[in-house]
């Protein structure tokens, strides 16, 4: 429940509903207890051949229509019908285990990356090489590894992915004569200059938990490289290690630039000091794009990545989740199943959701993109141009470790920088409990 | 909620059911001929039905959660269960940073409900009970908190103390950087900010059971009292608040359990972040998720479960006791 993670992307600002229904999802879910949950999922009719039934986590308008748009053309195209059961977002989330080892749907949405190698690890889902013989000459070749399980076979559709990034307002830069910093000392330096000249240096919000998760990602991968990066996010390497105290020493360094009160704070309301120009930078995914519904205020919307702090990783890693879609373990009209999964795979596809949400990009290399903003231009070239693609901690290590440990752990550094090797110290021991189970 | 069902199913039986149950034919023999076949399927399902389900999902799934305390389980199938003694255990007392203050924060909630909301719902109900008028309104404005749920009072309680755009940070101007309140995210606060906000539903709550026994107390001692020229505060404290005995009693013990299932209200405000960790929302954030440690969750649970039956046990067998002796 608590992990809204970065791809809990709601296309409307509306936290409030959002945290609503998530209270009173995760309320009456421990009512009903877990044998219960099961029960939920699936539609339970028998298998009509002409029928794909899909479980959509994509409950926000804007993804929602899109979606909608996308199975209404494959209809059209193949007089297969795609029937939908949508989910709150973060409902679908908290009730995933329980779904698919219930009668889940035939398809269903999901996230790459560690999230889809576990449930794949754990057979409850159905692989996919057939498909990818279809759609595999359309992918980058870091997009397929992103779609394999751990054994090697392909569990995952990517449909879309959006970069994390250092977001900006261009008419600020301009008015205060400031640049785009490159390194490590640049960004510090303009951190200075921005709360001398009155803005809050870099916008921050912490309530949901995760939002402090990509800022240790971003400056652990630019300290000690992707490998490490990895290494410690799969819970080989460990929090202890002098590393790890680099990567928080550099945060410490930057975080009095941050904004005041980030664990009270909804990324939503940090976004908007970024909107009303109050903040100078803000640490986000794409996805902060939706916050600016304003049309000027969009087209001032810039970004760049997170600066180099190590020149032997310079820029070279960009986190960059990506969402798609899984064949849940035992699917009723298995064949039809396969035919939409082939079509998720195609540009044209791709094309349809990429018009109706703008905010983030295509997962393929066919799509077209002349369409694209400027800004989904810039975050496609970034995410081409990267040698090593993240998903975001909560995707690349296990949850049940980074949303227990991690999560509280960072809002505690935040609030309190000065603990950090006690705080380390808890954190390794719970690390290595929580991976030496199952 | 657990005896009841249990107690109640022998008197059920022995009682002779009155009207269609009356014998057809010759003088019954024995008291099972009082009921006809189908007035034993009947009561049957009426007893069996509640006992199954009761057995199922209170008693089944509690020891269920004692035996899975044990074990270490991602909830995926029944074969990844593997026994691991008291690791879970071990873990919870000494690797896991939020435990403690959990606990902490648990009993706190019970002190704050126990001595601010109590009382004040107490004065409430004295000064309702007076006859004053527009009782009905003022009755129905402080209960009003107890009949909302608690996720839309987290909601509403949200809207006032959010730092940035929040009721009390707008009013005061604490929300420029500098002197900056933040309600919700600092720890030395915002358990109290949560409190408050369960206070104030628990005082409407306490209104209305102390409003109930109130109106047991004998108007006769009232008026002997003033008769003896007891002022106002005299006749309370000497006659009325005496006579209020069994509601204290259940007072206190509806308070004990509000503070030991407090959850919602903290769930909606911060997800039991820094600051107003609880135990019920250790157990959640374990149980439920994309990959849950059952349990470990499950341990935390059992925790719980003996810190209520600590407090509660006491309670019935002195209940049970007074109830035998009467």
Not at chain 2, 26 to 36: E, M, V
Not at chain 2, 189 to 215: C, F, P
Request: charged share 20%; glycine share 8%.
């Amino acid at each position: 429940m608590h992990h809204l993670s970065p791809s809990g992307r709601p296309a409307l600002p509306s936290p409030s509903r959002r945290t609503l229904l998530r209270g009173m999802g995760g309320a009456a879910a421990l009512g009903a207890g877990i044998p219960l949950l099961s029960a939920c999922g699936g539609s339970g009719t028998a298998a009509d051949p002409k029928t794909v039934t899909l479980g959509s986590n994509a409950s926000d308008a804007v993804p929602k229509k899109a979606f909608a748009e996308i199975y209404a053309a494959f209809k059209k195209q193949s007089g297969i019908t795609v029937d939908v059961n949508t989910k709150d977002h973060n409902t679908f989330q908290e009730q995933i285990n329980s779904y698919l080892q219930g009668t889940p749907d035939d398809v269903f949405n999901w996230f790459a990356g560690y999230r889809m190698q576990f449930f794949a690890a754990k057979k409850l889902a159905t692989p996919i090489d057939d498909v990818w013989q279809k759609i595999g000459g359309d992918f980058p070749d870091a997009m397929k590894a992103l779609s394999k399980g751990e054994d090697g076979k392909y569990y995952f559709v990517p449909l879309y992915t959006y970069p994390w990034a250092l977001f900006y307002r261009k008419s600020v830069f301009q008015q205060h004569g400031y640049t785009v910093p490159t390194t490590w000392d640049q960004l510090v330096a303009l951190c200075r200059q921005m709360k001398k000249d009155g803005l809050v240096p870099v916008a921050f919000g912490d309530k949901d938990a995760w939002p402090a998760l990509g800022t240790f990602d971003q400056i652990n991968f630019r300290t000690n490289g992707y490998d490490f990066h990895v290494e410690l996010m799969a819970g080989k390497a460990s929090w202890t290690d002098a590393k790890v105290r680099k990567t928080f020493d550099h945060w410490a360094e930057i975080l009095p630039y941050h904004q005041d009160g980030a664990v009270g704070r909804t990324w939503q309301d940090a976004a908007q000091t970024l909107v009303s120009k109050k903040a100078g930078m803000y640490l986000l995914g794409t996805f902060v794009a939706q916050q600016f519904t304003n049309q000027a205020d969009a087209d001032d919307l810039d970004f760049f990545a997170f600066p180099e702090i190590d020149p032997a990783h310079g820029q070279d890693t960009v986190e960059a989740p990506t969402d798609g879609f899984m064949l849940s373990k035992a699917p009723k009209s298995k064949a039809s199943a396969v035919q939409l999964l082939e079509y998720l795979g195609t540009p044209e596809a791709e094309a349809i959701y990429l018009k109706a949400d703008p905010s983030v990009v295509a997962a393929s290399s066919k799509a077209d993109t002349s369409s694209y903003t400027a800004l989904q231009k810039k975050a496609y070239a970034m995410i081409s141009g990267a040698k090593h693609l993240t998903q975001f901690m909560d995707r690349d290590s296990r949850p049940d470790f980074t949303s227990t440990v991690m999560q509280p752990a960072l809002q505690k550094f935040v609030r309190d920088p000065k603990g950090i090797d006690g705080l380390l110290t808890s954190i390794e021991r719970q690390k290595k409990t929580i991976f030496a189970s199952g | 909620m657990s005896s009841g069902t249990t107690t109640k199913i022998p008197q059920a039986a022995a009682e002779p059911p009155a009207g269609p149950a009356t014998p057809k034919k010759r003088a019954p023999q024995g008291h099972r001929r009082l009921l006809t076949r189908r007035d034993r399927i009947t009561l049957g399902l009426m007893a069996g039905v509640p006992t199954v389900l009761h057995v199922t999902l209170v008693w089944v799934t509690a020891l269920a959660s004692i035996a899975l305390a044990f074990t270490s389980w991602d909830g995926i199938g029944f074969g990844s269960i593997t026994w691991v003694g008291l690791d879970n255990f071990k873990q919870l007392f000494s690797d896991n940073p939020q435990f403690w203050p959990a606990v902490q924060h648990n009993v706190i909630w019970f002190v704050v409900l126990i001595l601010i909301p109590t009382p004040f719902g107490l004065f409430l109900a004295v000064q309702l009970d007076k006859r004053i008028r527009f009782s009905r309104v003022y009755q129905t404005a402080f209960f009003l908190p107890v009949v909302v749920s608690l996720a839309v009072t987290g909601f509403v309680w949200q809207l006032v103390y959010n730092p940035d755009t929040g009721l009390i940070n707008s009013l005061v101007g604490a929300n420029e950087p500098g002197h900056y309140i933040d309600w919700i995210g600092d720890p030395d606060l915002n358990l109290w900010a949560v409190l408050v906000a369960a206070s104030w539903r628990h005082a409407g709550y306490m209104m209305i059971l102390y409003l109930a026994g109130l109106k047991s107390v004998d108007p006769a001692l009232r008026e002997a009292s003033a008769l003896d020229g007891a002022n106002e505060w005299q006749t309370f404290r000497n006659v009325v608040f005496p006579t209020l005995r069994p509601t204290n009693t259940v007072v206190l013990v509806v308070t004990i359990i509000e503070a030991l299932r407090a959850f919602d209200l903290v769930f909606v405000f911060n997800k039991g972040a820094q600051g107003t960790e609880l135990l019920s929302i250790l157990v959640t954030n374990n149980i439920i998720g994309e990959s849950s440690r059952i349990g470990y969750g499950s341990a935390i649970a059992v925790v719980l479960l003996v810190i209520s039956l600590a407090v509660i046990v006491p309670y019935l067998i002195a209940t049970f006791r007074k109830e035998r002796r009467a």
